[in-house]
């Protein structure tokens, strides 16, 4: 997936890891099937890119067979942890493709324990800062608060927050901090205000609800609102071109059946992030 030829994984510089979990999701629920179609639509993209005049597949792109994961979220989160730290210590810049945004939490364990002096970005419609959530600390409403306990988080294009999280961001340390939607569409530099105030080192995770429901319906809980296709895509421009960003995940695509256009969106979205990371900046990790 994400090539027109069979790459080896000695050989391949970026790791794709499908993570179908669903075990905390609300709502519409189906995240499970995300990453399937990610891939599936990916088989679809024209690899080479004229935006950026190369072709991000050349940098070698693997794609692993989905783990299993166990149902309990704190068993599945150990299971994602322990993959994701042994494709770090074997080199590689992990792209993980979810499933609930429960997931990140086991990717992020691996980088913190491995770097410790990194920051979490998360691009998200909800603030998903809550300590509990129908009794589950690790709902997938959870994810940042989890996040927060590990070091510093910045949260970009929230539309939808409760007050119970609005009070644990005006005391959280380290510091938790919030860009609104609402916020970032009448500032003008908004992006260096948003990207500035976090270590060089970061793990991003993008949320696809973050986006405009008009164009990504295929979500558990979409917000209306949210960024444009050409919005995101210079938003991560400027960030991956200001920060380190050892590796990244995109989760809750939630595929609705006669709607393949979300799931060709999400996949080119990932592919952009890939080539963004290798074209854009002298690679330090890739």
């Excluded at 990453?35 to 950026?52: R, V």
């Excluded at 940042?144 to 294009?157: D, T």
Aim: hydrophobic share 40%.
């Amino acid at each position: 997936m994400f090539t027109e030829k069979n790459v080896e994984f000695d050989k391949a510089r970026v790791v794709i890891l499908p993570l179908p979990y669903d075990g905390t999701g609300s709502y519409r629920g189906g995240a499970s099937r995300g990453p399937k179609a990610i891939l599936d639509a990916s088989q679809e993209l024209e690899l080479y890119d004229e935006e950026m005049d190369w072709t991000p597949a050349d940098v070698g792109i693997f794609t692993l067979s989905p783990p299993e994961l166990p149902v309990a979220p704190e068993l599945m989160i150990d299971r994602v942890y322990s993959i994701i730290k042994g494709l770090i210590k074997k080199n590689k810049f992990v792209v993980s493709l979810g499933g609930d945004h429960t997931v990140t939490i086991g990717a992020a364990k691996s980088y913190k324990e491995l770097y410790p002096n990194i920051d979490f970005f998360v691009l998200d419609a909800h603030s998903d800062l809550r300590d509990k959530y129908e009794g589950n600390k690790f709902s997938h409403a959870c994810t940042s608060r989890r996040l927060s306990e590990m070091g510093r988080v910045k949260i970009v294009g929230v539309r939808s927050i409760s007050k119970e999280e609005i009070d644990y961001i005006r005391g959280a340390s380290p510091p938790c901090e919030i860009a609104y939607m609402k916020d970032i569409i009448v500032k003008e530099r908004w992006m260096d205000d948003v990207i500035g105030g976090l270590s060089d080192n970061i793990y991003l995770s993008l949320d696809l609800d973050v986006l405009d429901s008009g164009i990504m319906p295929s979500v558990q809980t979409p917000q209306p609102g949210g960024f444009s296709w050409y919005g995101i895509l210079g938003f991560l421009k400027t960030l991956i071109r200001k920060k380190n960003v050892l590796g990244f995940d995109v989760v809750e695509l939630s595929p609705i059946q006669g709607n393949p256009a979300p799931d060709f969106l999400a996949a080119k979205l990932v592919y952009k992030m890939i080539g963004y990371k290798r074209f854009l900046k002298k690679p330090r990790n890739l």
